[in-house]
């Protein structure tokens, strides 16, 4: 891997801090501290009296931790908000910021198995300390637990042609490289479209192995008992699974999107959205960090 380039350049990082409107003696979480840019960014609007918590379940992001007294860097998937505030005794916060996906760090180390253009093992672990693998996964699921897999988190027409194939390549050998899974799913890919459904694929593994929607939807839920009436939450999406459970929650407090009405007709919701319509990376910003082309932020005030 070259370690010239950043670990990770983060997106929408103007308007994500703008959106939040710090408050110089506010609490604030960055729950997904990566390259610690956005956390940076925290730390220069705020005073001596305010404090900021970045969580992070990787541990490479250990070597980002912000030498700063008002920063506290808790190693743990943001599903576990709640608990580990509560240690350090914080009971409300003021804004909670959240860029889902995965990081440039991630894609370009060949070691950990999350991109396609390298050869490596099926890895995928956001906690290298635990948990199954991809490479796991693809060797242990039923047929049919593979297809929904690939069906609702890579959201591939042809999700039980590829978990029948899996089955059928593991019996003669186990699935343990980039290589393996590719030879397997290839076939069933159009040159036109070969390398979005790659990706849909290499998807669908990681969010299955990381628990991603659950973990997602879990912190989302705590961030709203914990924020502050007036509180922002700041969350950028890079997937229409992710957007559509933030997108529903932000507009109905649940994640089926399902409206409650008061009695003149108006949707009851915790929140109020901060922006009419959801911010997209302009054209020099996409220039600058191609990966954030599909970057979606959305920002709302906790009622």
Not at 114 to 142: P, V
Not at 174 to 198: C, H, M, S, W, Y
Not at 219 to 238: D, E, F, H, N, S
């Amino acid at each position: 891997m070259n370690e010239t380039i950043p670990y990770h350049i983060p997106a929408l990082l103007n308007e994500t801090i703008s959106g939040l409107q710090v408050r110089p003696d506010g609490l604030y979480v960055d729950v997904t501290l990566g390259g610690s840019g956005h956390a940076k960014a925290i730390l220069a609007l705020l005073g001596e009296s305010g404090r900021l918590f970045g969580f992070d379940q990787d541990e490479d992001a250990e070597n980002n931790i912000l030498s700063d007294g008002r920063f506290t860097f808790v190693h743990s998937n943001f599903r576990y908000l709640t608990p580990f505030l509560d240690w350090y005794g914080v009971k409300m916060i003021d804004g909670l910021l959240a860029d889902l996906g995965v990081s440039s760090h991630h894609f370009d180390d060949e070691t950990r198995g999350f991109s396609f253009r390298f050869e490596g093992d099926l890895d995928m672990r956001m906690n290298k300390r635990a948990g199954k693998t991809a490479a796991g996964i693809l060797n242990t699921y039923s047929e049919a637990a593979l297809a929904d897999v690939f069906y609702h988190y890579g959201e591939l027409y042809n999700a039980r042609a590829i978990a029948r194939a899996v089955i059928q390549a593991r019996e003669r050998q186990n699935i343990r490289t980039i290589n393996d899974f590719l030879t397997i799913v290839k076939p069933f890919f159009g040159r036109a479209k070969e390398k979005k459904q790659l990706a849909q694929a290499f998807q669908a593994l990681r969010i299955e192995v990381n628990g991603e929607l659950d973990a997602l939807k879990e912190m989302l839920q705590q961030a709203l008992v914990l924020l502050k009436p007036g509180g922002r939450l700041a969350v950028i999406t890079y997937h229409s699974l992710e957007d559509r459970l933030v997108k529903n929650f932000f507009k109905t407090g649940n994640f089926e999107g399902k409206t409650v009405q008061d009695f003149y007709g108006n949707i009851e919701t915790p929140f109020r959205a901060v922006h009419s319509k959801v911010i997209i990376p302009d054209e020099a910003e996409i220039a600058r960090n191609p990966r954030s082309r599909s970057a979606k932020l959305r920002i709302a005030e906790k009622i």
